[in-house]
């Protein structure tokens, strides 16, 4: 039987969509050969990639000024590569530290150009996302890791800078709209919010480029997937065709408007059970909660391994909490059904019933 899975990554995908994926393993299309045997120049390849390609645009309200690109390497490749190819040797970036994702780009950036840390909410475990702060004029771009995923922190509003923010999207990528001309790059791995691992979606304003001095290894330059819209080697294929499904559901859907909508009644339903439980709490602070990835524990943490195993036996996996948080971490996607988070809280409410 299928579980409900609140994993934080690799994370559920629509239902149809590995349906189709599925399908397509067998017959892309109608063609005769499956996608995994398909030339990435072949004319049917080669559509999709350009649909990829566009629909990200459509989703996001892109203009022309942005270039979109799916790459390999994972979001942490990106944490190098954004300081490789934006960042100047005698310049500096911001950048804020909201926990484990933020501090891993951090410490590839140093490599590259000057950091100026502008705020970090280390010393109070990462429960809060900085503010207030001044942000210098002269950086090249202000790096934040929009939705932190082992916190369970988000960005409810940017930093307030006419700087082009630079954003680590991974674990919230198309869960609402975004306003384009504040960023000068983002990038989401694909396992959490979009498709299977192997892909990495990133979004360049092309005026960010061209503007650093070093040479850049032609794999590593962003200008040269840019000229070969992806397909500069053999791209990942079948994990952008996945992203594609995602996407198509999500226009059915109603875009990424309908999708905040929904992402924050799920989210609200949650977190109103979590405050009026008296066995649970919250562990972040509420302005600055995560409506992808809910980080919960129990007031009496000897019940931890009793909560996993009434949660197992309702057939919910994937909630147990990052290690460096402890407790609990649902993280409910966009492909996460309404029906999976009532589960949960039932369970909830039930374990009070038991153990309360
Ligand atoms: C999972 C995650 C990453 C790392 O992604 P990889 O694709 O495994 O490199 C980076 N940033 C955030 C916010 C994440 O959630």
Redesign the pocket.
């Known amino acids: 039987m299928k579980k409900h899975n609140f994993s934080?990554?690799p994370a559920i995908l629509p239902a149809s969509v590995f349906e189709e994926a599925a399908e397509a393993v067998r017959d892309y299309n109608g063609a005769g050969l499956s996608i995994l045997e398909m030339s990435h120049r072949s004319p049917e390849v080669s559509a999709m990639l350009d649909e990829a390609h566009q629909t990200v645009k459509d989703l996001l309200g892109l203009s022309d000024d942005f270039e979109v690109l799916f790459l390999s390497?994972?979001?942490?490749?990106?944490?190098f590569m954004a300081a490789m190819n934006l960042l100047d040797e005698d310049r500096s970036a911001g950048y804020i530290d909201t926990g484990?994702?933020s501090k891993?780009?951090i410490k590839e950036a140093k490599r590259f150009g000057g950091l100026n840390l502008l705020g970090s909410s280390a010393e109070e475990n990462y429960t809060f996302i900085p503010k207030g702060f001044d942000v210098p004029a002269d950086l090249q771009y202000v790096h934040i890791?929009s939705?932190?995923?082992?916190a369970g922190t988000q960005y409810h509003a940017l930093p307030d800078t006419a700087v082009p923010i630079v954003a680590?999207?991974?674990?919230e990528i198309f869960s609402r709209p975004i306003d384009a001309s504040r960023y000068g790059l983002i990038y989401a791995?694909?396992?959490?919010n979009m498709g299977p691992?192997g892909t990495?979606l990133v979004i360049v304003r092309k005026d960010m480029l061209g503007k650093v001095k070093r040479e850049i290894p032609t794999m590593l330059d962003y200008q040269t997937h840019i000229t070969k819209q992806s397909a500069f080697n053999t791209p990942p294929v079948y994990p952008i065709y996945v992203c594609l499904l995602t996407m198509r559901w999500l226009k059915e859907q109603g875009g990424v408007n309908a999708m905040a909508a929904r992402n924050a009644a799920k989210a609200k339903t949650l977190y109103d059970e979590i405050d009026a439980n008296s066995m649970f709490k919250g562990v972040v602070r509420t302005e600055d909660r995560s409506l992808m990835n809910v980080t919960f524990v129990l007031e009496n943490k000897d019940l931890e391994g009793d909560f996993l195993t009434a949660c197992a036996a309702a057939n919910i996996s994937g909630v147990k909490g990052h290690r460096s948080v402890g407790g609990f971490r649902a993280s409910i996607y966009n492909a996460m059904p309404v029906a999976s988070i009532d589960v949960l809280i039932e369970v909830m409410k039930d374990f009070t019933k038991k153990y309360g």
Do not use: L
Not at 73 to 79: M, V
Not at 147 to 150: D, P
Not at 189 to 192: I, S
């Open positions: 934080a990554g390497g994972g979001a942490s490749s990106q944490f484990t994702w891993k780009a890791t939705n932190n995923t082992v680590d999207m991974s674990s791995g694909a396992q959490k691992a990495t």
